[in-house]
T-cell receptor, first 115, second 114 residues
Framework: AQKITQTQPGMFVQEKEAVTLDCTYDTSDPSYGLFWYKQPSSGEMIFLIY??????QNATEGRYSLNFQKARKSANLVISASQLGDSAMYFCAMREANTGNQFYFGTGTSLTVIP | ETGVTQTPRHLVMGMTNKKSLKCEQH?????MYWYKQSAKKPLELMFVYNFKEQTENNSVPSRFSPECPNSSHLFLHLHTLQPEDSALYLC?????????????FGSGTRLTVV
């Protein structure tokens, strides 16, 4: 089974609107971390936000927030007030405590912000 | 310089060439990684180095040969590659053992094998 599933290959959003990028995960490890990365066309993967499995509150970083629904195993990224510079690929990733260093990445969602 | 630096940014090589990709991290991290990113595929973990020791090799063909001379530098030596090896190669580092050890990635080397 896929560890990380991103079902939206491409998304469009109007500038200044909010957008939600979906991510579901599969693990039996009670201790894990969830990450979102942004990859512009330049190629670099930029860390956006982190959510630990034991965190009680949803993570927030500026315009980014993570809608963490543990029972549903979902970790959706919400970008508020979209900007043209937000156009990029977005990857959801997970690290399980019992698999050490390995990260599992989804296939990504391509976000296009329309002026 | 800060973060993770990869050179070169772009590389075109013939199937009989030998070349090397270089990665350097300035973050004091203790683990480094090579990932391959092909179009429309998830990132593929290739190699993991933890405290300079290789801890994972995910069935990578021997035409890819990693080298980690110290905790700040990581190389990927390439020889007799195939056209299907054309991809973006990303280096990352992390601090294993910290509470949240996310990866810090470099900008990648876009490799084209002709």
């Amino acid at each position: 089974a896929q560890k990380i599933t991103q079902t939206q290959p491409g998304m469009f959003v109007q500038e200044k609107e909010a957008v939600t990028l979906d991510c579901t995960y599969d693990t039996s490890d009670p201790s894990y971390g969830l990450f979102w990365y942004k990859q512009p066309s330049s190629g670099e993967m930029i860390f956006l936000i982190y959510q630990g499995s034991y965190d009680q509150q949803n993570a927030t970083e500026g315009r980014y927030s993570l809608n963490f629904q543990k029972a549903r195993k979902s970790a959706n990224l919400v970008i508020s007030a979209s900007q043209l510079g937000d156009s990029a690929m977005y990857f959801c990733a997970m690290r399980e405590a019992n698999t050490g260093n390995q990260f599992y990445f989804g296939t990504g969602t391509s976000l296009t912000v329309i002026p | 310089e800060t973060g993770v630096t990869q050179t070169p940014r772009h590389l075109v090589m013939g199937m009989t060439n030998k070349k090397s990709l270089k990665c350097e991290q300035h973050l004091g991290h203790n683990a480094m990684y090579w990932y391959k990113q092909s179009a429309k595929k998830p990132l593929e973990l290739m190699f993991v180095y933890n405290f300079k020791e290789q801890t994972e090799n995910n069935s990578v063909p021997s035409r890819f040969s990693p080298e980690c001379p110290n905790s700040s530098h990581l190389f990927l030596h390439l020889h007799t590659l195939q056209p299907e090896d054309s991809a973006l190669y990303l280096c990352a580092s992390s601090q294993v053992g910290s509470n949240n050890y996310g990866y810090t990635f470099g900008s990648g080397t876009r490799l084209t094998v002709v």
